[in-house]
């Protein structure tokens, strides 16, 4: 972390983005903004009945159901269930259960914590000169 040793932030300045798929929220932090390969936090809220498609990270992760309930792919993760995922693992889809779901995820390599959609695009084929 640079600059001063701690950051903090109350709650109501915590600034939400809206996510990719309609009903998802996230916010990010960076444990050091000068170094990107550093940890990175997300905290994610989904709306009843969300869904997010098949994806994978680049990056381990860790993530913690904090409130409700998501199914990934066919197993159930309920408030209290750790998730812990390898980089380049595909997973999904992920539906997030009637009363919506919480999660704090820890991505190892915050520089390779975006999300890549599944299937993987294969790069192209190269053609003889």
């Known amino acids: 972390m ?3 040793g701690h950051q903090d932030f ?9 996510g990719s798929e309609p009903g998802i929220q996230y916010t990010r932090f960076n444990m050091d903004a000068e ?3 550093s940890p990175s936090i997300i905290m994610s809220r989904f709306g009843p009945g969300a869904e997010v498609p098949a994806h994978t990270h680049d990056s ?3 993530e913690y159901i904090i409130e409700g309930s998501q199914t990934v ?3 159930i993760f309920q408030a209290g269930d750790v998730r812990l995922v390898k980089g380049g693992t595909g997973y999904g889809p992920i539906k ?7 999660v ?26």
């Open 10 to 18: 109350p709650a109501s300045e915590i600034i939400w983005k809206n």
């Open 73 to 75: 792919g066919k197993q």
């Open 2 to 4: 640079s600059g001063r």
């Open 35 to 37: 170094e990107p390969t």
């Open 60 to 62: 381990n992760y860790f």
């Open 96 to 102: 997030v259960g009637p009363d919506g779901c919480f």
């Open 104 to 129: 704090l995820i820890v991505f190892q390599n915050g520089s390779l914590a975006n999300t890549i959609p599944m299937p993987r695009e294969k790069p192209p084929a190269l053609t003889p000169a």
